[in-house]
C-alpha cells in the first residue's frame, strides 16, 4: 500500500501536479517557456487560481508558475481550463524540465534572442524520454550570464562569435560549475543538433537517479565531446 502511494506521487510530480503537506490539496506547476507569459495568459491563470485555488500564485526560482492549494477533485477540471487557455502543466520527473531563459533578444548587452532559443529548444528536446534524472536547461544572451547556465545540465550562452554550451552543472545538496565545451554552435539548428547529441550521450552512458554532471565525471567529459566532434 505505501508503495502505491509512493509511485502515485511520483507519477503526480512527474505530470506538474505536487501533493502539499495538507493531504487533499495540490500545487499544480504550469509550463512556462523562458520565463514569458502573454497577458491573455496571466489573466486566464488569474482566473483559474481564483476558480480552484485561493487566489493566489507563485513564481517560481525556475521562472515557473504555481498555483498552490487546489482539491483533487478538481485536477481534471483544472487541466482543462489550462489547456483552452493554450497553457499546460509543467513536466517533472526525468525529463527535461522548463527552460530557463533571460529576455536578451530585447537587452541592450543581448547578442543573441534567448526566448526564441528557448521555444525552439523546448519544440526540440522538450518531449524527450529515458532520461537517467531531471535536465534543467538554461539560455543566456551574453556573457554577464544572468540566466545562470553555468549552473544547469546544459546551458547556453551567446557571444560574439557564436553560442557557447555548457554540460553538466547542477545546484542543490551537491553543486557543480558546469564545463564548457569546446566547440561554439554557429547557429540555433547547430545547437538542436548539440542538445539532442548530449541527450543521447546521457541516455547512453547515465546510470539511474545520475545527474549529467555525475555521469561526465564518471565516464569522462572526453566521451561527450567526441560523441559530438561530427556535428560541427
Ligand atoms: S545575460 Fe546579458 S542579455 Fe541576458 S539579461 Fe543579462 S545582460 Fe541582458
Given at each position: 500500500m505505501a508503495a502505491d502511494i509512493v509511485m502515485d506521487v511520483k507519477a503526480l510530480k512527474a505530470s506538474g501536479i505536487i501533493p502539499q503537506k495538507d493531504r487533499e490539496l495540490y500545487t499544480i506547476r504550469v509550463q512556462v517557456v523562458g520565463g514569458h507569459l502573454t497577458s491573455a495568459h496571466l489573466a486566464a491563470l488569474a482566473a483559474i487560481a481564483e476558480k480552484y485555488g485561493r487566489g493566489r500564485v507563485h513564481l517560481t526560482t525556475r521562472q515557473g508558475m504555481e498555483i498552490p492549494d487546489v482539491h483533487g477533485r478538481d485536477l481534471e477540471a483544472l487541466r482543462r481550463d489550462l489547456a483552452a487557455a493554450g497553457l499546460r502543466l509543467a513536466p517533472g520527473g526525468n525529463r527535461v524540465r522548463g527552460i530557463v531563459a533571460c529576455p536578451g533578444g530585447h537587452c541592450r548587452c543581448g547578442l543573441i534572442d534567448p526566448q526564441v532559443l528557448a521555444r525552439?529548444?523546448?519544440?526540440?528536446?522538450?518531449?524527450?524520454?529515458?532520461?537517467?534524472?531531471?535536465?534543467?536547461?538554461?539560455?543566456?544572451?551574453?556573457?554577464?550570464?544572468?540566466?545562470?547556465?553555468?549552473?544547469?545540465?546544459?546551458?547556453?550562452?551567446?557571444?560574439?562569435?557564436?553560442?557557447?554550451?555548457?554540460?553538466?552543472?547542477?545546484?542543490?545538496?551537491?553543486?557543480?560549475?558546469?564545463?564548457?565545451?569546446?566547440?561554439?554552435?554557429?547557429?540555433?539548428?547547430?545547437?538542436?543538433?548539440?542538445?539532442?547529441?548530449?541527450?543521447?550521450?546521457?541516455?547512453?552512458?547515465?546510470?539511474?537517479?545520475?545527474?549529467l554532471g555525475a555521469t561526465i565525471e564518471r565516464v569522462g567529459l572526453a566521451s561527450l565531446e567526441k560523441s559530438l566532434a561530427s556535428l560541427g
Amino acid at each position: 500500500m505505501a508503495a502505491d502511494i509512493v509511485m502515485d506521487v511520483k507519477a503526480l510530480k512527474a505530470s506538474g501536479i505536487i501533493p502539499q503537506k495538507d493531504r487533499e490539496l495540490y500545487t499544480i506547476r504550469v509550463q512556462v517557456v523562458g520565463g514569458h507569459l502573454t497577458s491573455a495568459h496571466l489573466a486566464a491563470l488569474a482566473a483559474i487560481a481564483e476558480k480552484y485555488g485561493r487566489g493566489r500564485v507563485h513564481l517560481t526560482t525556475r521562472q515557473g508558475m504555481e498555483i498552490p492549494d487546489v482539491h483533487g477533485r478538481d485536477l481534471e477540471a483544472l487541466r482543462r481550463d489550462l489547456a483552452a487557455a493554450g497553457l499546460r502543466l509543467a513536466p517533472g520527473g526525468n525529463r527535461v524540465r522548463g527552460i530557463v531563459a533571460c529576455p536578451g533578444g530585447h537587452c541592450r548587452c543581448g547578442l543573441i534572442d534567448p526566448q526564441v532559443l528557448a521555444r525552439k529548444l523546448s519544440e526540440s528536446i522538450g518531449s524527450r524520454e529515458g532520461l537517467p534524472h531531471k535536465f534543467k536547461v538554461s539560455i543566456t544572451g551574453c556573457p554577464n550570464s544572468c540566466a545562470k547556465p553555468q549552473e544547469n545540465d546544459l546551458g547556453v550562452m551567446g557571444t560574439k562569435d557564436g553560442l557557447a554550451v555548457f554540460v553538466g552543472g547542477r545546484v542543490g545538496k551537491h553543486p557543480r560549475w558546469a564545463d564548457r565545451l569546446p566547440v561554439l554552435a554557429k547557429d540555433d539548428e547547430m545547437l538542436l543538433r548539440m542538445a539532442n547529441a548530449v541527450i543521447d550521450w546521457y541516455i547512453a552512458n547515465g546510470a539511474t537517479k545520475e545527474r549529467l554532471g555525475a555521469t561526465i565525471e564518471r565516464v569522462g567529459l572526453a566521451s561527450l565531446e567526441k560523441s559530438l566532434a561530427s556535428l560541427g
